[in-house]
Nanobody, 118 residues
């Protein structure tokens, strides 16, 4: 599974941005897709995740502000980010968890920078 992320950029606090990620390859084997982020001097953390069945989970820090969605035919995932805060500044990475002949693998897209100015 290959991932191509887009979106990101510079926005003022309180603003919105949308990230998108398109998967190609063995998309029928995808179990879940989502976004991680890594801020300056911080560890990479899960932001949001959506399963092939539509189940979602979010980091506590983004609940109520970020929404993850999956577009048919389920090879694209979007992350709508509202009410952005300076602490949301990070490189955001799209990822996919997929099944490869009974073994689960993770695939990562290139990072996209989100900068929120105060």
């Amino acid at each position: 599974v290959q991932l191509q992320a887009s979106g990101g950029g510079l926005v003022q606090a309180g603003g919105s941005l949308r990230l998108s990620c398109a998967a190609s390859g063995s998309i029928l084997s995808i179990i879940a897709m989502g976004w991680f982020r890594q801020g300056p001097g911080k560890q990479r953390e899960l932001v949001a995740r959506i399963t092939s069945h539509g189940g979602t989970n979010y980091a506590d820090s983004v609940k109520g502000r970020f929404t993850i969605s999956r577009d048919n035919p389920k090879n694209k995932v979007g992350l709508q980010m509202n009410s952005l805060k300076p602490e949301d500044t990070a490189v955001y990475y799209c990822y996919a968890n997929y099944d490869g002949s009974g073994v689960e693998y993770d695939s990562w897209g290139q990072g996209t920078l989100v900068t929120v100015s105060s």
